[in-house]
C-alpha cells in the first residue's frame, strides 16, 4: 500500500504511519510533488476529494486519515483489540 503526503511529518500522517506499525501493516510513503500531482495517475486518485494523506489500495484510496487508520485496524491480525469488541469499545 502507498501513503501519499504532501508532508510526510505532518500531524495526519504521522497519526496513519503510527497506526499501520500498530497494526502491523506494510506501507510505503511517498512525498506528493508537483509533477506527481500533474498526472492523470494522480488526479484520478484523488476524484475531486482532499489529497492528503491518501492511501492507495488494491480496493481504491482512501481520503481522510480516521478512515485510514480504521482501514488498518480492520485489516490487522488483532482487529477486535484495535477496534474494540462491542459498540462501547469502538466508541
Do not use: W
Amino acid at each position: 500500500m502507498n501513503l501519499f503526503a504532501e508532508n510526510p511529518q505532518d500531524a495526519r500522517m504521522s497519526m496513519c504511519r503510527v497506526t499501520a506499525v500498530l497494526c502491523g501493516q506494510q506501507i510505503t510513503v511517498k512525498t506528493l510533488d508537483d509533477d506527481f500531482k500533474n498526472t492523470e495517475e494522480y488526479k484520478e486518485m484523488i476524484a475531486g476529494k482532499k489529497s492528503a494523506p491518501l492511501l492507495k489500495t488494491s480496493e481504491g484510496c482512501l481520503h481522510e486519515p480516521v478512515a485510514v487508520c480504521k482501514y488498518f485496524c480492520a485489516l490487522s491480525e488483532t482487529k477486535n483489540k484495535m477496534l474494540g469488541n462491542n459498540a462501547i469499545e469502538r466508541s
